[in-house]
Structure formats: structure tokens, C-alpha cells
């Protein structure tokens, strides 16, 4: 039997551990990098915009369906609609952006997910449907939030910057998400420990995490080359 206390110090090692060396190796990849030296094109921005904005998009629709799931778990359901609650506008703020440097109304709805986009949504979704773990389900959140925070730092600092020279005020999406999700990553891991019932709880937890970064990890690489 698990107690909260010890749950929680098992998140901390599960962040330590999976979730920030993967935000420091995203941080560190040809994407990234490309952006702090200011060779990132702007082809490549707009694709992360287009494939973002569907992916938020996705997972709203995707929470509807975990709320049915969560629904006989009274902490799972309240944390699903507190979830759904906070990230509603936030598909239209990353196509705001989008639409900021140049792309249109049409290229948001002509959009094709690339494959490593939908293998991650798809991982987010169905996982949640066929996990009979709560604690696993969630920790989609921890792990997806901790790292949206990090890299959407980089983007606000970073665009700012010549050559881009993006006025801060339309860089909106990346302000509010590099300081939220702060406290959206600490909600999501208090709920994951509160979640946790078992030893193999904690197994399954760690599991996820793992699988999250990896899927993370490769979408902004097919990105990088999708938009080549």
C-alpha cells in the first residue's frame, strides 16, 4: 500500500529522472537549436503551429471521451473537467499565432497531422480508454505540461530575436504556457500521486512517462523534417 507522501516523492524521482533529462534533450535538438541561432525557418514555425493547433485540437475532443471513462472515479472526472476547462482556448490562441506570420484560415482547416503527431495524440487518446489505471491516464498531463513549459520559454525568448523579430504580443500562446504550465505540471503531479494506489500503479506511471517523451521527443524531429 501506497501513502501520499511516499507517491509524491515518487513523482519527484519520476521528473528527475524521465520527464526533465527528455525536456533537456528536446531542448537541445536540431529544432532548437536552429531557433536560438536564428536559422529555424519560418516554413518549419508555421508547421509546428498547423501541427499543434491540431493536436490541441484532438485532445479536446479526445477529453470528452476520458470523461465518460473517468466518470465513475469522482477525483479523475473533476480533474478531467478542471483539465478540459483550462486548455479550451488554447487550440485558437497557437492558430492565432499561426495566422500571425502568415498562415490562413484554410491552411488550419486543410491540415494533415504528420505521422509522429498522430501516433502521439493517438498514444494520449486510446491510452485513455483502454488504461484502467487512473494514475497512468494522467500522466500524460505531467509529462506533456512539464515540457510545453520548457520549450514554449524558448520560443517566447527566441522569437523576440532577430532574424524573427516577432512582436511579443503575438507571441501570446508561448507567454501564457511558459508560465501556466508550471502550475499545471505541479497540479498534474499532485493528481498523479493522489491517483496512486499500488506498486504497480507506480510501474504503469512510469511506463507512460516513458512513452510520453519518447512520442514528444519525435514529433518536433518530424516536424523539423516535414517542414524541411
Not at 115 to 131: G, K, P, R, Y
Request: proline residues 4%.
Amino acid at each position: 500500500m501506497t501513502t501520499i507522501g511516499s507517491n509524491l516523492q515518487f513523482v519527484k524521482q519520476l521528473v528527475d529522472e524521465v520527464i526533465m533529462p527528455a525536456s533537456d534533450k528536446l531542448i537541445g535538438n536540431q529544432f532548437f537549436s536552429d531557433l536560438r541561432n536564428g536559422n529555424l525557418t519560418m516554413r518549419r514555425i508555421q508547421g509546428y503551429a498547423l501541427q499543434h493547433t491540431w493536436f490541441n485540437r484532438a485532445l479536446l475532443k479526445g477529453g470528452a471521451i476520458r470523461m465518460i471513462k473517468a466518470s465513475d472515479n469522482p477525483r479523475a472526472f473533476s480533474d478531467m473537467l478542471e483539465g478540459i476547462v483550462a486548455e479550451h482556448s488554447h487550440p485558437d490562441m497557437c492558430q492565432q499565432f499561426g495566422m500571425d506570420i502568415g498562415l490562413t484560415t484554410q491552411d488550419f482547416l486543410n491540415v494533415v497531422p504528420i505521422h509522429e503527431v498522430l501516433c502521439h495524440t493517438s498514444v494520449i487518446v486510446a491510452s485513455s480508454l483502454i488504461n484502467d489505471c487512473p494514475a497512468a491516464r494522467r500522466t500524460s498531463g505531467l509529462a506533456n505540461e512539464t515540457i510545453v513549459q520548457r520549450y514554449s520559454a524558448e520560443f517566447y525568448e527566441y522569437l523576440q530575436n532577430p532574424p524573427y523579430g516577432i512582436n511579443p504580443e503575438k507571441l501570446e500562446f508561448f507567454r501564457i504556457h511558459g508560465i501556466v504550465d508550471l502550475d499545471h505540471a505541479q497540479r498534474a503531479g499532485e493528481i498523479v500521486a493522489s491517483l496512486i494506489e499500488t506498486r504497480q500503479d507506480r510501474e504503469r506511471v512510469w511506463k507512460a512517462a516513458e512513452t510520453q517523451v519518447q512520442l514528444k521527443l519525435a514529433k518536433f524531429e518530424g516536424i523539423y523534417n516535414a517542414y524541411a
